[in-house]
């Protein structure tokens, strides 16, 4: 049973994310656009930390090195549930994380799968999060300053 | 007939986001955070700037007068279709544009309707967009650097 405030609304955050196969990231570009792009979401239940697969070198992954600070949301269109995460992207090369999060429908992005070298994670710490049910009315910030 | 690359371009990015209306605008915040927020977005043909509603002193307003530079994305999960626009935003308050986007569901947010005399616009003029089609694979830069 969850115990602590932060504990019930990383349950009601996993909640109202389950089921979103795609999350959009936005990250800083060099010249200061802000640009997003789909990311699919490992099935993962999210307890504060939310995971990306990705490949070094591409333009995601170097633009989170130079500006950490990164949106991701999730949009259900269909069920009027929009959340907003704010938190620090790092690239991480953690083999046993992979294979954690790594399912079948990843290979559509990244055909070599777990056996490309230049496979990569993208680890989002969650300093910030709000989400607007517009079904039930309801919005709230769950964390953050 | 869209004579130039551009006009097929705008008439690509406004067949794309047509029918979906709530997108998210994510912003810049003074601590360097972003933040995103779901946006009902007015049923108008893209052209190059897109318009949402807001009020005058809330925090998207503040935070957009700090740093202009914001993403849309607009989510169509169903359809499998993604869109990101990355572009300046400014805050203005245009009573003959409110009037031209105005729509009754616009009332939800903004019970007062266009006798608020705090309603403002927020116009996002696209440097540029890219999208995913994941049904086709097709993926595009329609405009940008």
Redesign the interface.
């Known amino acids: 049973m969850p115990t602590t405030e932060q504990e019930v609304n990383m349950k009601r955050l996993a909640t109202m994310i389950r089921g979103?196969?795609?999350a959009?990231l936005?990250?800083?570009?060099a010249?200061?656009?802000?640009?997003?792009?789909?990311m699919a979401s490992p099935d993962a239940e999210f307890d504060g930390t939310l995971w990306f697969f990705t490949q070094a070198g591409t333009e995601k992954a170097i633009e989170i090195g130079q500006h950490p600070?990164?949106?991701v949301?999730y949009?259900?269109?269909?069920e009027h549930r929009?959340v907003?995460f704010?938190g620090r992207a790092t690239l991480v090369d953690d083999r046993a994380k992979m294979q954690e999060l790594w399912a079948p429908a990843h290979r559509t992005w990244f055909p070599q799968g777990l056996d490309d070298p230049d496979l990569r994670l993208i680890r989002v710490d969650i300093?910030?999060a709000?989400y607007?049910d517009?079904l039930s009315a309801a919005m709230a910030q769950l964390f953050g300053?």
């Open positions: 979103i196969s795609v959009m936005t990250s800083q570009a010249d200061g656009a802000l640009r997003s792009r789909p600070q990164v949106n949301s949009v259900s269109a269909a929009y907003s704010s300093e910030r709000e607007w517009m300053p």
